[in-house]
């Protein structure tokens, strides 16, 4: 079968490294699968998995052209075809957590503190917290209410959170400026 790998290379216009680089290929693959079967091409699969992906495309594609050109040279009695893995997100499986204590300390811009606690503790949007009613929290219940889309949702919130809105008076909107609702640059404010 060695001799059916030149004879592959020489139908492909190829350059010098890129001929070299099938031969290894090949070769490589030949030495390993022996007679081609599907359980030994299976073994040959699994075999590539500890390479990169890069390497594992490269080289199940340079051995999928040539089982093609081994079926249409009758070599082969029927067509082989390796499955080429798909590109996936490693995910590491070592992750860190952020350290968010610095939300919870005393900050120059109590409002915009404010803010990023209800969005870390809630998952709510800023418009969201933005249109929150003073009416719409019952701290002795700690719970939120929120409307969105005609929908109505009940929020649970922590202790910690709770103490946090008690410092924050306000008459009708929870982020306010004399009774009216904080909007743009006044957010952030004292």
Do not use: C, H
């Amino acid at each position: 079968m060695k001799s059916a790998i030149e004879q592959f290379l020489q139908q492909k216009n190829l350059s010098e490294n890129s001929k070299a680089a099938y031969t290894y290929d090949l070769e490589q693959f030949l030495d390993q699968v022996g007679t081609i079967t599907d359980t030994n091409l299976r073994f040959y699969q699994s075999s590539l998995q500890s390479l990169k992906l890069s390497a594992q495309k490269r080289k199940l594609s340079a051995v999928n052209q040539f089982l093609l050109f081994l079926y249409e040279q009758n070599q082969l009695e029927r067509y082989y075809k390796l499955a080429v893995p798909k590109d996936t997100q490693v995910v590491s499986s070592e992750s860190t957590l952020l350290d968010l204590t610095v939300l919870w300390q005393e900050s120059q811009v109590p409002n915009g503190r404010l803010i990023a606690l209800l969005i870390l503790e809630t998952g709510l949007l800023p418009s969201e917290l933005l249109a929150i009613k003073r009416k719409d929290i019952q701290l002795e219940f700690q719970i939120m209410s929120v409307e969105k889309a005609g929908q109505r949702r009940i929020i649970q919130l922590s202790s910690a959170i709770v103490d946090e809105l008690r410092k924050y008076p306000s008459e009708t909107y929870l982020f306010e400026k004399k009774g009216n609702l904080i909007l743009g640059n006044g957010l952030f404010d004292n």
